[in-house]
């Protein structure tokens, strides 16, 4: 039972580079999250999927896309990465999405743009 | 005013000692609380849900109060595996998270 987990670990892109982040859930869970951290800064929701075959903007999604691949997988994409998307982001996955539901985050990908 | 807001520390406290934190919020209609851990490059986890009559998990103990709008966190006996960064989440209609107090205990 592996829970969340992210794949790459590490990127660096130059700017306008695209790039594709996986997450992969075997929970079981209905609702999966992408969120970035920046230092000085809470975690931030950029999309959400409260189901299988929804997908919802957050607090900061511009800049990025989502396909909620199957119940397991959310991929988040940069179209045309920027310097300003160098963060840590971090999948999460939840029972539900009552924002009360505990939520599980993967190991996260530190990703550097140029 | 933020939305949620922490003192980022850092605080060094030696071992065995008792720590405790706060974490303000400012929307009055909050309405459920948690207290997350994260360690140094790693992501965050559940550490404890912080009740309207507080409560109890070992050495920690969390608080809400409404009045004034804050939840704290204490740890008693303070170990070096409790060194990390304390999230406080608060949720109303969404879920929000503070930017965290870094705590380092020292031997």
């Known amino acids: 039972n592996a829970g969340v987990t992210q794949t790459p670990k590490f990127q660096v892109l130059k700017t306008g580079q695209s790039m594709t982040l996986q997450c992969a859930q075997d929970?079981?869970?209905?609702?999966m999250y992408w969120y970035r951290q920046d230092p000085g800064m809470g975690l931030r929701l950029i999309y959400y999927?409260?189901?299988?075959?929804?997908?919802d903007k957050g607090e900061v999604p511009n800049g990025y896309n989502v396909s909620r691949l199957n119940k397991r997988e959310f991929s988040l994409r940069l179209e045309s990465a920027a310097p300003s998307q160098t963060s840590v982001y971090f999948c999460?996955?939840?029972?539900?999405?009552?924002?009360?539901?505990?939520?599980?985050f993967g190991p996260g990908t530190r990703l550097t743009v140029l | 005013r933020k939305e949620v807001e922490q003192d980022p520390g850092p605080f060094n406290v030696p071992e065995g000692a008792t720590v405790a934190f706060n974490c303000t919020y400012s929307?009055?209609?909050?309405?459920?609380f948690f207290w997350y851990r994260q360690d140094c490059r790693k992501e965050p986890k559940l550490l404890m849900s912080v009740y309207s009559s507080g409560n109890e998990d070992g050495r920690f103990t969390a608080q809400l109060n409404r009045a004034s709008q804050y939840i704290s966190l204490l740890i008693r006996d303070s170990k070096l595996s409790d060194s990390a960064t304390y999230l406080c989440?608060?949720?109303?209609?969404?879920?929000?998270f503070g930017t965290g107090t870094r705590l380092t205990i020292i031997p």
């Open positions: 999927s409260a189901s299988e075959g929804t997908t």
């Open positions: 929307n009055s209609a909050s309405q459920s």
């Open positions: 929970m079981n869970h209905n609702s």
């Open positions: 989440v608060v949720i109303n209609e969404k879920l929000t």
């Open positions: 999460a996955s939840s029972s539900n999405p009552r924002p009360t539901d505990t939520q599980y």
